[in-house]
């Protein structure tokens, strides 16, 4: 999970108080207060009780000779809202009726990743693979991580590697059964490459703030006022142009559009937002330039003089330099 900053006033996990959190229904469970006076008795102990719903399941299956034939341990997800209830696998294997395990299944508690194993009779690994699951209740995944394939003398078949998003990525191989490569891919390359030329032909559209701010569909003489409201029209502009859902062979062009167009835009939020602190900068060093010539007038019109041009100056470096700061 990605870490989130924390409003002013919001409630945190590690800084508010037990009775907030309480309060709040964050902490559903009791707090243990226990007196050690009279020492302590492990056995009767009866306050902390574990709930029902971290209650696990396992399932066994055997085959006629009775050797292992199949073991599943899940934990039951209750209902919860609109969401009905499911099992949530943690592990599961399956065996071959001499007893050997040919699929393992691994999906800790805790973590969104499940590794599955495939071997052959001999025990030796037949493949490999991992999945980041985004859904536990409807196990919803996408590939990440190393996938690979062995021969059964155990030499590696292929290998392929996919990045958090689930596309294949860095050097992806495939080898004969002497250990020979035949085959070899570097994608991570090819993203760099085309990368380049996507921000290239990008950087060499020239728009306008008022033509940006067309293409991303915003209102005539419409000019958005805030980044959020911008990259929002911008994810919404971009949908549509998804290769999954757009077969137009011009939807790339159209791309550079829209990406160039919410570009031009930040810039200009950005600039406006820098010479509005700016502006007030100066405001600032003229309201204290009056106040200190009021308060110094009985020392004369020179020294007034030299203390103004000292200010002026300092506003000249203020605004090349946004953190400096010479008062």
């Not at 945190?12 to 243990?32: F, G, N, P």
Request: aromatic share 10%; hydrophobic share 35%; with cysteine.
């Amino acid at each position: 999970m990605a870490l989130q900053t924390v409003a002013q006033g919001a409630l945190d996990l590690h800084k508010s108080s037990c009775e907030e959190l309480q309060i709040a229904r964050v902490y559903t469970r009791h707090q243990t207060q226990i007196c050690l006076a009279s020492g302590y008795n492990s056995g009767d102990d009866d306050s902390d009780e574990d709930e029902e719903d971290g209650k696990l399941v396992t399932e066994r299956q055997y085959h006629g000779n009775g050797n292992k034939k199949f073991f599943k341990t899940y934990q039951i997800l209750q209902a919860k809202g609109s969401l009905p209830c499911a099992e949530r696998l943690i592990e599961e294997k399956h065996f071959d009726v001499s007893g050997v395990c040919r699929v393992d299944y691994h999906f800790g508690l805790g973590q969104p990743y499940l590794s599955r194993k495939h071997f052959y009779e001999n025990q030796r690994m037949k493949s490999e693979q991992l999945f980041f699951v985004e859904d536990e209740r409807t196990m919803k995944a996408r590939k990440v991580g190393y996938w690979r394939e062995y021969y059964e003398g155990g030499n590696t078949k292929t290998e392929k590697q996919y990045d958090a998003n689930g596309i294949r990525t860095g050097f992806c191989k495939r080898y004969a059964d002497d250990g020979s490569l035949e085959w070899v891919k570097d994608y991570t390359k090819d993203y760099i490459e085309r990368l380049a030329e996507f921000n290239a032909q990008r950087g060499k559209l020239d728009i306008s703030v008022e033509e940006a701010a067309a293409l991303l569909g915003f209102g005539p003489s419409q000019i958005p006022t805030e980044a959020a409201e911008v990259d929002r029209v911008y994810r919404k502009r971009c949908m549509p142009l998804h290769p999954d859902k757009c077969p137009d062979p011009d939807a790339n062009e159209k791309f550079i559009e829209v990406s160039r167009a919410r570009e031009v835009l930040l810039k200009h939020l950005s600039g406006c937002a820098s010479q509005a602190a700016t502006g007030f900068r100066i405001q600032v060093v003229f309201v204290r330039l009056r106040v200190f010539c009021a308060s110094q007038a009985a020392t004369g019109f020179r020294r007034q003089v030299v203390v103004g041009a000292y200010i002026l100056n300092s506003i000249l470096y203020s605004a090349e330099d946004p953190h400096a700061n010479h008062f």
